[in-house]
């Protein structure tokens, strides 16, 4: 079979990583791809992710047998719905579908309605409403861009002061362009954060392995928001019992409630939850793979990824056991120093010892320059470590993070120090 991953980072070599092991994969394309996923696919780096035209082109001309969708903006933007148009099987929600991350006012008012359990909130089109609004809120107060903002859209005001410039930042300043248009302030949840990826082909779901993502710059969770900084996986805090409630509180009537308004979800549905003192409540539904959530959930899928993602899309994922390992994964992504806000691009990456066989290099933001692996992005590369126990998947990542080189480079040194605390008797 040929195959065709849309996008270029970390996600992305992941998933190409985790496709190449079925044995009926010939080729796998990726658009663009990036310098290090080229060891293990071919590169397209003139197409990009939101080049609708050029990817429906090239999947026609190069009778592209299954295609993946992973990027939230061209699945927001219909690519799903036009690869379907040209005959292509695919992975992913189309456009309709992809609202429940690509507007957080659509989303918001989908779980009020149908009584999903998440936070309080109102919705803003006007500055200065939002700005008197402020004056009797409680704090700490958290406020969000309706559209997508890679996933730095979130801003979490602890003080008056605080959230009167987050509204002008967001709507104002219009740091994020048209998706601070419309912004929700809701209030602060308190509790373990969680996040669940599923497979879903519109009415069966198949949760994948649990994570905790660490958004944060600096250690201790100070500092900007970014992309996510590293992750592990399973989270701890993630019970059996409390995924018993998540699937009948959160899970099935979200599913439920897409089908009702004319949009069933297919492919990865991603939930962001919060655990509270009153139960799980949804921070937030991404429409797509979470990075760098997906470089340590995929390592331990057992069940082979593409059999699941056509099960998605021929809509019969009931009919699929998918299983996962009992080993623990942990992630530690390497940044360019000053991202999320300015940095430098093009220092040559080098690897002073090679990876151990548990380990993996997954090439987020990087480009060949002359036969020479240089940043070429914020996130540059994340390093997965898979062993049984969770504290050793973190210390084996963190000992191939140590034997990467190139200038500037910038890591967390607390990836899964809270999962490990609650791991502990």
């Known amino acids: 079979m040929k195959l065709l991953v849309v996008g270029g980072g970390g ?41 609708l035209d050029g990817i429906v082109n090239f999947a026609r001309s190069h009778t592209i047998d299954f295609a993946v ?37 659509f989303a918001k008012n989908l779980m009020k309605k149908y009584g999903i359990p998440t936070a309080a909130y109102q919705v803003f089109t006007d500055p200065k409403a939002a700005l008197e609004y402020l004056n009797g809120a409680q704090f700490p107060i958290v406020l969000k861009a309706d559209g997508l903002a ?9 003080t ?42 519109g009415t069966a779901i198949a949760p994948m392995a ?8 600096g250690d201790g969770d100070a500092g900007l928001n970014t992309g996510g900084m590293g992750a592990v996986a399973p989270n701890p805090y993630y019970t059996p019992e409390t995924a018993k409630i998540c699937m009948d509180t959160i899970f099935l009537p979200t599913l439920r409630a897409m089908r009702e308004e004319g949009c069933p979800f297919k492919g990865c549905l991603y939930f962001g939850l919060m655990l509270t003192p009153d139960g799980p409540k949804v921070i937030e539904y991404n429409c797509r793979f979470g990075d760098p ?24 994922l009931s009919e699929l056991p998918v299983e996962w390992s ?62 049984p126990t ?24 607390d990836i899964g120090d809270r999962a490990l605390l609650a791991e502990t008797p």
């Not at 079925?22 to 080229?38: K, M, R, T």
């Not at 719905?81 to 957080?104: M, Q, T, V, W, Y």
């Not at 104002?172 to 209030?187: P, T």
């Open 210 to 217: 649990s994570s905790m993502d660490h958004k944060r710059i």
């Open 326 to 387: 009992g080993d623990s994964a942990a992630c530690v992504i390497l940044a360019s120093g000053g991202y999320p806000e300015h940095y430098q691009t093009g220092k040559e990456i080098s690897f002073t010892k090679p990876m151990p066989p548990n380990v993996t290099c997954y090439h987020a933001g990087d480009k060949d320059c002359q036969g020479r692996l240089v940043t070429s992005g914020g996130r540059v590369l994340g390093l997965t470590a898979v062993a």
């Open 69 to 105: 969708v992973a990027p939230d903006d061209p699945l927001a933007m219909g690519c799903v719905d036009r690869l379907h148009e040209a005959g292509i099987p695919c992975f992913g929600p189309d456009a309709k579908a992809a609202r429940i991350e690509s507007s957080k006012v």
């Open 160 to 201: 008056p002061d605080e959230a009167r410039q987050a509204v002008r930042t967001l709507m104002e300043d219009r740091v994020f362009g048209a998706a601070g248009d419309e912004i929700v302030i809701e209030e602060f949840l308190t509790g373990p954060e969680v996040s669940v990826l599923a497979f879903t082909d």
């Open 150 to 158: 890679l996933g730095k859209g979130v801003l979490i005001a602890r």
């Open 11 to 51: 996600r992305e070599h992941a998933i190409i990583r985790k496709l190449k092991e079925n044995p009926s994969v010939e080729v796998v394309y990726a658009l663009p791809g990036n310098g290090g996923i080229a060891e293990d696919a071919v590169c397209v780096p003139e197409i990009g992710a939101k080049d």
């Open 293 to 316: 959530e997906t470089q340590v959930v995929l390592p331990l899928l057992k069940t082979d990824l593409l059999t699941v993602m056509r099960a998605v899309e021929n809509g019969t």
């Open 390 to 413: 969770l504290k050793q998947a973190i210390r084996d990542a963190y000992q191939a993070a140590d034997a990467v080189r190139f200038e500037g480079k910038y890591l967390r040194r």
